[in-house]
């Protein structure tokens, strides 16, 4: 069955540096997102994109965030100056051909800034 | 605005007993919603979807879940629980719109014992 994949597994980065996550949605979805969950918090919406823009932002996805789909299979997501409070498991889903259908999630990467 | 509420951050049963796994969900237009269930150092993996078709839904490893609109609720069932069902369990919410984002309850732990 095709998998979302996320790279790497795990990134640990000195606070301030730039750091990307990367995803390979599965190949013939439209839809892509990321999510991210803080240890033993629940997992938060950040941004969802579809047609090479973003379609939705929550209130976290700030200035220091951005999203690319650089290529016809990456889909990145880039924070420019980390701070603590960046430190979670950060989640990539995407979905099909119809916004209905259900997003099928990696298995995240933990990011811990120091 | 949409919410979910997932009643008992920890639930455990004895293997072989019922899992219920409660969701009461607010929104403001017809809902989608869905169940994953995260095992542990892993991604989300969705169990069911509600899309207002059948309201009784079937789902993989054995669970079903109940649309009730009257009590804006969705439990998650199984009739017999195993051990391998221990799990983080996620209830969350979408509407209608493209590429709608999922907004998640803060999870259900259900652990299982001999």
């Known amino acids: 069955e095709p998998e979302v994949t996320q790279t790497p597994s795990h990134q640990v980065t000195q606070m301030g540096q730039e750091v990307i996550l990367r995803c390979v949605p599965i190949s013939n979805h439209l839809y892509f997102y990321w999510y991210r969950q803080i240890l033993g918090q629940k997992v938060e919406f950040l941004v969802s994109f579809y047609n090479n823009e973003i379609s939705e932002k929550s209130e976290i996805f700030d200035d220091q965030f951005s999203v690319e789909r650089p290529d016809g299979s990456n889909f990145t997501l880039k924070i420019r100056s980390t701070k603590l409070e960046d430190s979670a498991m950060y989640f990539c889903?995407?979905?099909?051909?119809?916004?209905?259908?259900?997003?099928?999630f990696g298995d995240g990467t933990r990011l811990s800034i120091l | 605005a949409q919410s979910v509420t997932q009643l008992g951050s920890h639930v455990s049963v004895s293997e072989g007993a019922l899992v219920l796994l409660r969701c009461n969900y607010s929104?403001?237009?017809?809902?989608?919603l869905f169940w994953y269930v995260q095992y542990p150092n892993q991604g989300l993996q969705l169990l069911l979807k509600y899309t207002s078709a059948a309201t009784l839904v079937k789902g993989i490893n054995g669970f079903e879940a109940e649309f009730k609109k009257s009590e804006t609720s969705f439990h998650l069932t199984k009739p017999s629980a195993h051990m391998r069902d221990a799990a983080e369990y996620f209830c969350a919410v979408s509407n209608t719109g493209t590429a709608s984002k999922l907004t998640f309850g803060t999870g259900t732990r259900l652990q299982v014992t001999l």
């Open positions: 929104s403001s237009v017809p809902p989608y």
């Open positions: 889903a995407s979905s099909g051909t119809h916004s209905n259908q259900p997003q099928h």
